[in-house]
């Protein structure tokens, strides 16, 4: 996967009510994010990207090429998911994102940064979010090994694992402010 492939999962988890998230709920979660209709649009819309931009090249274009890329796109997003319900679930950790709602966009945007770096726990206190970070990483790195040698590195590795966090406070972000945004241009509408 290319530095940018972390776009195609910044889908916004709409928040949540602030009940414990057992692991049914967690599973839910994980799985409608890999594969419901949003991440699966997403997992199309980046598929096709890269295939504009023929990354990786070894790949070629055609059908052959846009089914490896698409195909390679649902993996990461599964093995991604599937981590982060194991390690949330084992945990104690809630993925949920919670809005912090009221006014203020300054005092939200901080909101939306800080549950980025920090998650609920299912007992309601605040912790690091392994989840986030260690799903992101190691998505990351297992997913370059079935990649061309000529993109499988290190470096890569950790940029894809940074910038699928920077993506995850996108999507923070649109759960935050998008529901504010969505009610006024409704309004205007009428």
Not at 22 to 30: S, T, Y
Not at 72 to 85: C, E, I, P, Q
Not at 118 to 145: C, H, I, K, M, P
Not at 159 to 187: C, K, V
């Amino acid at each position: 996967m290319s530095v940018a492939a972390s776009l195609a999962f910044a889908t916004p988890g709409f928040s949540q009510s602030l009940d414990p998230a057992g692991w049914e709920r967690k599973l839910r979660f994980h799985a409608v994010s890999a594969y419901g209709p949003a991440g699966l649009t997403s997992s199309v819309v980046y598929a096709g990207y890269l295939q504009e931009i023929d990354s990786p090249r070894e790949w070629g274009q055609g059908g052959a090429g846009y089914g490896k890329r698409l195909g390679s796109t649902l993996a990461y997003s599964g093995v991604r998911n599937a981590l982060g319900f194991g390690l949330d679930s084992a945990l104690h950790e809630d993925p949920r994102y919670n809005r912090a709602g009221g006014t203020g966009w300054l005092r939200r945007t901080r909101h939306a940064i800080r549950g980025t770096i920090l998650t609920r726990t299912d007992s309601g206190g605040e912790t690091f979010a392994v989840w986030r970070f260690g799903s992101a990483y190691s998505a990351a790195f297992l997913s370059n090994q079935w990649r061309p040698d000529r993109v499988n590195t290190v470096s890569l590795s950790l940029s894809q694992g940074s910038t699928q966090i920077g993506f995850d406070l996108l999507a923070n972000l649109g759960s935050e402010f998008w529901p504010d945004i969505r009610s006024r241009i409704l309004r205007r509408r009428r």
